[in-house]
Nanobody, 126 residues
Framework: QVQLVESGGGLVQAGGSLRLSCAAS?????MGWFRQAPGKERELVAA???????????DYADFVLGRFTISRDNAKLTIYLQMNRLKPEDTAIYYC???????????????????WGKGTQVTVSS
């Protein structure tokens, strides 16, 4: 059983920054950050591949390009989501997810992710 533990959410003013963390159990995986706002469907924010320690590939939703950065610390089995220039519309519960079967690249399809964290709330005030 893979466990994913998110941290780093909170309340921030528009234009501010937050960094989310997600620690995985057992080993590194291809991972993604998704978010879900009230009344909306869950959507991909960013994803990062697992390349066995060489160069990783990152994919971003258009609405976070230039503002958010996904990264990983392989030794800590942890991925991060650095969120800058936050906007009120970024308010949502943010979930990290692990794709255990992906050997390369990333996926934007939430159904391809096998395990999910419980989520962390991000609230951006105007």
């Amino acid at each position: 059983q893979v466990q994913l533990v998110e941290s780093g959410g909170g309340l921030v003013q528009a234009g501010g920054s937050l960094r989310l963390s997600c620690a995985a159990s057992h080993r590194n995986y291809a991972m993604g950050w998704f978010r879900q706002a009230p009344g909306k469907e869950r959507e991909l924010v960013a994803a990062i591949s697992w390349s066995g320690g060489s160069i990783d590939y990152a994919d971003y939703a258009d609405f976070v390009l230039g503002r958010f950065t996904i990264s990983r610390d392989n030794a800590k089995l942890t991925i991060y989501l650095q969120m800058n220039r936050l906007k009120p519309e970024d308010t949502a519960i943010y979930y990290c997810a692990a794709d255990l079967t992906r050997a390369w690249g990333t996926s934007r399809d939430s159904s391809e992710y096998n395990y999910w964290g419980k989520g962390t709330q991000v609230t951006v005030s105007s």
